[in-house]
């Protein structure tokens, strides 16, 4: 009995200590702009990404980025994390990897950018899309690339790059757009009449060819099933919803032209109480910018924009506290649910960039957001 208790005296405080370390490696409320912390205690490196959830786990896909950035270049691919309860997050290691081949696209040094990962019910497998651009050619090249797996974590296999919807006209792009003969020669740029050119299809014309750009970008899967690959296209003046076929490998063919001329970037899309809302951001690139809402009842429908749905001081509104929208996640088992999710970005240590999550919280049927220093779940 009294040996019991000697051996019971020395675990206990044992037991003790590793439960109090355990519960300080925890998080236990969403802490925007601070270091988040994964399960193995570093900073959660997924930047510009999204989120889906599969057989009871969230899995957060993003950006990869050099702890040092090297401008904006990729030198690792797609990373991957695992939650159940969105706060403690584990690195399942990178679902896509830059390959270690000079004559490869996706050789180091390119970019890779908002990846989204979709299930395909038909397939069961995961697709994986991203922006793409080339090595040693900045963001001129705005190809949107694609990659699948059997498994939600990877590897992922990469398939192509691509400029979507090569010789095709955008569904809602009337007759005479198609005919017009002005050329981006002829217009000095931002000038009235270019603004007007550009609305008009100036772009998509000069693109029909070689297939329209495709910079920022996000996925959709609407009630239906089917699923839309969303972009900047146009120099980034006009959103492209463009459909994705039935494997969400390619494109259909089939696309919209939305919000033509007014420069969106980001974009990140739910659907709630019969409404389609999207976040959306100005260009100004690495730099905060005031965030845009945009709603509608149908996607390929008209789009009106109720405004900036940031609701903090008028600094903090012209900036979305200082955050750029990658995602709006609908949280599991409760009803109207969802987080805005953003980026901060850290030009000079893209790892360092630090996650802006809050809560959408409703005013009128729109969704807004306010800032939370420190929130948990129960706020939705
Ligand atoms: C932002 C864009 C980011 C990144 C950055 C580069 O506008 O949203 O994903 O491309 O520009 O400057």
């Known amino acids: 009995m009294k040996m019991l208790f000697k051996k019971l005296s020395l675990i206990f405080p044992i ?51 050099l702890v040092r950035s090297d401008k904006d270049r990729s030198h690792y691919g797609v990373s991957c994390y695992s939650s159940k309860d969105l706060l403690n997050w584990k690195n399942e290691g990178l679902a896509l990897k830059v390959i270690n081949d000079t004559t490869s696209i996706l050789s180091p040094g390119c970019v890779i950018e908002r990846p989204k990962v979709l299930f395909n019910k038909k397939t069961g497998k995961f697709v994986l899309w991203f922006h793409h651009e080339l090595k040693g050619q900045g963001y001129k090249a705005a190809l949107t690339g694609v990659a699948v797996s059997d498994n939600i974590t990877g590897p992922y296999k990469y398939i192509r790059s691509l400029r979507p919807n090569a010789n095709v006209w955008p569904l809602n792009f009337p007759e005479e757009y198609k005919k017009a003969t002005v050329k981006e020669g002829d217009l000095k740029s931002w000038s009235d009449e270019w603004k007007v050119a550009v609305r008009e299809g100036l772009f998509v014309r000069r693109d029909f060819t070689g297939g329209q750009m495709a910079r920022d970008m996000t996925l959709f899967v609407d009630k239906d099933g089917k699923a839309y690959h969303i972009h ?32 969106n970037e980001a974009p990140a899309l739910f659907f709630n109480k019969g409404k389609y809302f ?44 200082g955050s750029q929208s990658t995602h709006i996640l609908a949280v599991q088992g409760k009803k109207d649910a969802f987080i805005y999710m953003g980026d901060r970005w850290t030009p000079d240590n893209l790892a360092d960039s630090r996650h802006i999550w809050l809560p959408i919280e409703w005013e009128k049927g729109n969704p807004v957001i306010k800032w939370y220093p420190n929130w948990n779940l129960n706020k939705l």
Request: glycine residues 10%; negative net charge; aromatic residues 14%.
């Open 15 to 65: 037991l003790l200590l590793s439960f109090i370390v355990n519960c300080q490696d925890l998080n236990h409320s969403f802490k925007p702009g601070q270091i988040w912390p994964d399960t193995e205690g570093k900073h959660i490196n997924a930047h510009g990404g999204g989120i889906i959830f599969y057989n009871d786990t969230y899995y957060w896909f993003g950006e990869y980025r």
């Open 278 to 321: 999207m976040f959306t951001s100005g260009t100004t690139g690495w730099k905060p910018n005031p965030a845009r809402l945009s709603v509608s009842k149908k996607l390929s429908g008209e789009w009106s924009s109720p405004g900036n749905p940031c609701r903090g001081t008028e600094e903090e509104n012209k900036i979305t506290f």
């Open 232 to 263: 900047s296209a146009e120099e980034n003046m006009t959103l492209h919803f463009s459909e994705l076929t039935d494997d969400y490998l390619d494109f259909t063919g089939n696309y919209i032209r939305v919000l033509p001329g007014e420069s």
